[in-house]
Structures are given as C-alpha cells and as structure tokens.
C-alpha cells in the first residue's frame, strides 16, 4: 500500500523546479529610462514697467459746415482734404435776392433819414412860436410827434438794414474754425436750405488730438497713487507722461500726457474715460483710430521670467507650472503672475532664483516623476524692456 502526502511532495517539488526553469529562460522587463523635458532656471533681470491703455483717437474740434440761409451752391472755394482757417470762405450762395433786401432796406433807411430831416426842421421853427404863442401848442406837439416818428422810422429800417445784411453775408459759408476740411457734401449746383438734414462739409481740427481710453475704478485710483509717489513721470497737475503705439505695431514719436480729470464713473462697467493729448502737427494721427497709451511705471530690478508656455490653470483657472527638484521630481508650483514681457509673464509669487521650470515635455509628465531635465535656452530681457 502506498503512502499519498509524500507522493504529492515529490510533485510539488518538481512543479517548483519547472516554474524557476521558467523563469530562467524569461527574462524580466527593462525600467524605462526618466522622461526627458527642457527646463529653464530662474534668474533675475531688471524690466521697465509700464501700463498698456488701449483707446481711440478723437478730434479736439469737429464743425459742421452748415447754411445759414436758402439758395443756390454757386461756387466751392476750398479743395477737399486741405487745411483751411476760421472765417476762410468755402462756399458762394446765390447773393442776389439777398443782396436785393439789403438794397431796399438801405432805400427805406435813407426815407426814413429825409423825412427825420423835415420833421426836425418843422420842430426847430415851431420850438420859438410855441413860446412866443405864434402858433399853437397843438401845432407844437403835432411836430414833436412827427419828429420821433422819423427816429423810430430811421430805427426800424436800421433794424431791417441789419437783418438783410446778416442775411447777405450769410450767402459768404466761412469755416467756423482752423482745421483740415473732408469732401464736399454738396456740389455748385445744388439747393441748400437753412433746415436741411445734411451738412455741406466737415471741418476738423487734428492739432491736437486726443486719445480716449477706457480704466476701470480701481486702476485710476492705483494711476493717481503712483503719480503722487512719482513713479509716473509728470507732465502737469494731475497728469502723466505717455507715449503712444499705432495699430500696425510703430510708436508715435511724441509723448502726450494723461489727464486723470474725469469724474464720472459708468455704472454699469465700473470704468471711467480718461483722455490723453497728444501733439499732432503732422497730421499723422486721425479721429477713429485704434491705439495703444502707454505709461512707464518704473524698472523692477528683480523680476523672475517664465515663458508663457510653462504656465498652464487649474480647473479653477489658477495659475501653476511644473518644477524639478534637487532629486530630479517634479512637482507643481503655485504661482501669481503680473504683467507680460514679449512671450513671457513676470511671476511675482510663488517661485525664487536659481528654482529649474519645465517648459517643454509637460504633456508626457506627472506630479512625483523622475525626469532627466536639459537646460533649454532663455533670450534675456535687457535693461529697458518693456512689461505691459
């Protein structure tokens, strides 16, 4: 009879020896090397400060050429797009029923003045009579009477005179101000009416010229904080130095001043319109045009450059980047960021010198892995550079 326990060891055994057999002949898999990423590491460089206003261009004076009385567009006296002055003449309106009213108001003023004449002349010979008791005091009163009636008469057609010539000087359209006038609205030719919807022309004063530019509350009051510290540079009370950049990316080669004047703010934005000027005298700058106001705030002599590309948000849109530590781990990092430098933020918490930041191979990393970082190069911010 045989015996099963020790029957079922010398199996056990032999299934053991096969299994390590097995893996003898299977090799095990080979650790992947650490990921490599590009980092940077943290230096401070010094970058000038500024605030960059966005705004539009508006004229410091728009005139609306407009008749003053009905006729005819007889001649256009000025050329489309030229500057002109105050009171220079740009239209010739028919002048010749106007002209005709003042010639007859004149005719009843020189009426009236002849008859003021005889009257005058009645009353100076009836003043003795009268007191001689020659002629009546009726007859007196009766020449007084006659007399101020010639000087109401000489008055009224005064009156009338002045109106016609108003009239008649009126048919002379003159620029209400100095400026660069815009196409003509109206042809030699064409009626123009004292009520008519349409203007003849534009005048426009470009020098200077405003630029416009919307803040919110809370950044005006910051603006006048560091304008009474002298951070901004002052160009008058209540005013700061700025320079300004066109759309198609050229600065404007004078600097205008920010008046922080306004004392309204739109309650349903919470922002507040703040008006530059700007000397234009080459006309360079015209109404309606997008630019950029800038304020030089100052250099900030320490400020740590990330690339933009090593900061990502967290769901809640909080900023962070990725960090590599002494033993080669990443790790994630807080962090606040201020204004932008060309493609880079200025980080102004959360991150110190000499600290390595990932900038490239994020997408392939983890918090806690181990990575084999190489340095990426950073273009320096030189001394001047701008942050807006």
């Known amino acids: 009879m045989t015996h099963p326990r020790p029957f079922r060891a010398v199996l056990l055994a032999a299934g053991a020896s096969l299994a390590l057999a097995g893996c003898d002949r299977k090799a095990a898999p080979p650790v992947p090397p650490p990921q490599a990423v590009g980092v940077i590491t943290l230096r401070a460089s010094p970058v000038e400060l500024t605030t960059d206003l966005p705004g539009r261009t508006e004229a410091v004076e728009i005139?609306?050429?407009?008749?003053?009385v009905n006729g005819v567009i007889q001649k256009r006296l000025f050329v489309e797009g030229?500057?002109?002055?105050?009171?220079?003449?740009?239209?010739?309106?028919?002048?010749s029923a106007y002209q005709a009213t003042y010639d007859?108001?004149?005719?009843?003023?020189?009426?009236?003045q002849a008859a003021r004449v005889t009257a005058q002349a009645r009353l100076d010979r009836y003043g003795p009579l009268a007191r001689a008791h020659a002629v009546s005091r009726q007859d007196y009163?009766?020449?007084?009477?006659?007399?101020?009636?010639a000087d109401a008469d000489i008055a009224l057609a005064r009156a009338t005179m002045s109106g016609a010539a108003v009239n008649l000087a009126y048919t002379r359209v003159l620029s209400p101000i100095s400026g660069r006038i815009g196409r003509s609205l109206m042809t030699v030719g064409a009626l123009a009416t004292v009520n008519q919807t349409s203007n003849l022309s534009v005048v426009t004063r470009l020098d200077p010229i405003y630029v416009d530019v919307n803040l919110p509350a809370t950044r005006l009051l910051e603006l006048?904080?560091?304008?009474?510290?002298?951070?901004?540079?002052?160009?008058?009370?209540?005013?700061?130095?700025?320079?300004?950049?066109?759309e198609d990316g050229s600065s404007y080669e004078t600097q205008g001043r920010l008046e922080f004047s306004e004392v309204n703010v739109d309650e349903t934005t919470a922002t507040v319109v703040v008006r530059a000027v700007f000397p234009n005298p080459e006309h360079?700058?015209?109404p309606g045009m997008y630019v950029h106001a800038e304020l030089q705030e100052g250099v900030d002599p320490t400020a740590l450059r990330v690339p933009q590309v090593a900061v990502t948000r967290t769901?809640?849109?909080?900023?962070?980047?990725?960090?590599v530590g002494a033993d080669k781990k990443v790790s994630i990092r807080p962090v606040t960021t201020g204004p932008a430098v060309g493609?880079?933020?200025?980080?102004?918490?959360?991150?110190?010198?000499?600290?390595?930041v990932v900038v490239s191979g994020l997408q392939k990393i983890h918090p806690g892995d181990t990575v084999n970082p190489s340095e990426v190069a950073q273009t320096d911010a030189p001394q001047g550079q701008k942050a807006g």
């Not at 005139?63 to 003053?68: H, M």
């Open 63 to 68: 005139a609306q050429v407009r008749p003053q």
């Open 82 to 95: 030229s500057d002109v002055t105050a009171g220079q003449q740009l239209y010739q309106i028919d002048p």
């Open 104 to 112: 007859s108001a004149h005719a009843q003023l020189l009426r009236a």
């Open 141 to 149: 009163d009766d020449a007084l009477a006659t007399a101020r009636e």
């Open 224 to 246: 006048r904080r560091e304008l009474k510290q002298g951070r901004l540079s002052r160009a008058g009370d209540d005013a700061a130095t700025v320079s300004l950049t066109l």
């Open 284 to 286: 360079l700058l015209l």
């Open 315 to 323: 769901p809640h849109g909080d900023p962070i980047v990725m960090v």
């Open 343 to 356: 493609t880079d933020w200025i980080v102004t918490a959360g991150l110190k010198p000499g600290e390595q």
